[in-house]
């Protein structure tokens, strides 16, 4: 009988660099994959004929540059460029306003028209999160230091008011440090509350704006978003196709039953048609309560560890996506005049005109309610990546919030879906009134989608909350956050471990590394 020194369960994006190297280190490796394609939430499908979309994870930033270049994934297709615009804000006045990543002088032009001492506190705003990117980013490629030595770095750093402000405050208070335009603050906002259970009241968010803003995969230019030509499917094909050139095996349509379990250690999984295969190591890039509560025996993890996993970890669902096929380009009412559509609909475009607007989305969500006025982020690759859609056609991406998982007195498979998507192209065609005639074709998305198409539980993106609660040395929970659970040899290496979630790489690097470690040892 075959015996792999490791076997990762999900092809994922984090699955397969931990699967790289693994093999990097001279390690035999099985990946099982349960789709019939390895990528999990970073996959590139046709929704209507000649039409592809990113169909979950969309945007490219944060995948670490040494990842990149240890793999050598240009070799195998991967290829980013930057989003220019970076970010167009249309507003239901007609305003609107334009963001340039790494062009801080043309934002600053672009924020004078709301208000001169914005303009101005545009730089004081990028210098703080270049304050805490500094501090945060050489802690990102090891197992996680606590949030106390983080808190003594800041201190160290004469940074310790920044900590204040990134852990503790709220977005609206964060941002009331530094502007007084209400059109500014609802463009900066909605980055802080990308599928998050926080609206902009919520301390502890911008936390998860810094997430957002650390990446390095455009050229090593940090805070830079784009778009993997080809779509998110190029970045985990490269991975599997790198991969493999190192020998790594990977088997799809193999979907994992059950970790299997001998004297107390993990030494292989059962699949769902019943086959057992073995292995030294176990490592897992699903959730943690999908790893711990379904696929590990009840027996085999302490009753204490497994009580916090299911009662604390938080890991709910806010996500609705919509992906349309569409005839044209939205023409945004709010664009400046003469400016080709293409230009605004290359850039990142939010729907979340005010605080107040967002707060009532998330005060929806709170109350089970499907947001009546959800807060919209869009994206569309076609114009910049015609391999998307026919000649003079286009994909977008609506990735829309608040949505919850469980809705009182209704299902998503009861109409809810259409009748939430409706909503979405409705409240869209408020700023480009052309978009209602322009879909060819949808394809629909609720958390409950989300979580049994990807096995993201509630539909969470992120595998967990990536809030300060549910971060460093707190992620999944205190004392396991080191990649090791307590079962010897299985390992946690997706993204409900640190540092968390987006397509990094980075819990898929460092869980190998600690295995190699562990093997060594």
Known sequence: MTTYDAIVIGGGHNGLV??????????????????????GAAITEEIHPGFRVSVASYSMSLMRPEIIADLQLPRYGFEVYAKAPSYFMPFPDGEHLFL????????????????????????????????????IEPTLMQPPISLAELSARFDEAGCADDFRRLMLLSPADLLAEFFESEYVKATMAPQALISTMAGPATPGAPYVFLVHAIGRAIGGRRGVWGYARGGMGAVTQALAAAARDLGVEIRTEAPVAEVLVQAG???????????????R??????????????????????AEFRQRIEKNYRIGGTVFKLNLALAELPRYSAAPAGVDPEVCSRATVDIAPTLSYLERAWDDFKAGRPSREPFIEIFSQSPTDPTLAPAGKHVLSCFCQYFPYDVPGRSWDDGLREEVAD???????????????????????????????????????????????????????????????????????????????????????????????????
């Open 100 to 135: 340039y990543a790494g062009d801080r002088e043309r934002s600053k032009a672009s924020v004078a028209r709301f208000s001169a001492k914005d303009a101005v506190a545009l730089d004081a705003w990028e210098d703080f999160w270049d304050r805490c990117c500094d501090i």
């Open 265 to 279: 250690a993990a030494v292989g999984v059962v699949l769902e048609n019943g086959d057992t295969i073995r292995s």
């Open 423 to 521: 909503r979405i192209i409705a409240k869209l065609a408020e700023y480009a009134p052309n978009i209602t005639s322009a879909v060819i074709a949808r394809q629909m998305l609720s958390p409950v989608d989300l979580e049994r198409r990807f096995g993201l539980t509630g539909g969470n993106i992120f595998h967990g909350e990536i809030t300060p609660d549910q971060a460093f040395n707190l992620r999944p929970i205190s004392g396991y956050a080191d990649y090791r659970t307590p079962l010897a040899g299985l390992y946690l290496c997706g993204s409900g471990a640190h540092p968390g979630g987006g397509v990094t790489g980075i819990p898929g690097h460092n869980a190998a590394h600690v295995v190699i470690e562990d093997m060594a040892g």
């Open 18 to 39: 931990a699967a790289c190297y693994l093999a990097k280190a001279g390690k035999r490796v099985l990946v099982l994959e349960r789709y019939h394609t390895v990528g």
């Open 281 to 302: 190591v176990v490592l897992s890039n699903a959730d943690p309560k999908r790893t711990f509560l379904k696929l590990t025996p009840a027996g085999a993890l302490p």
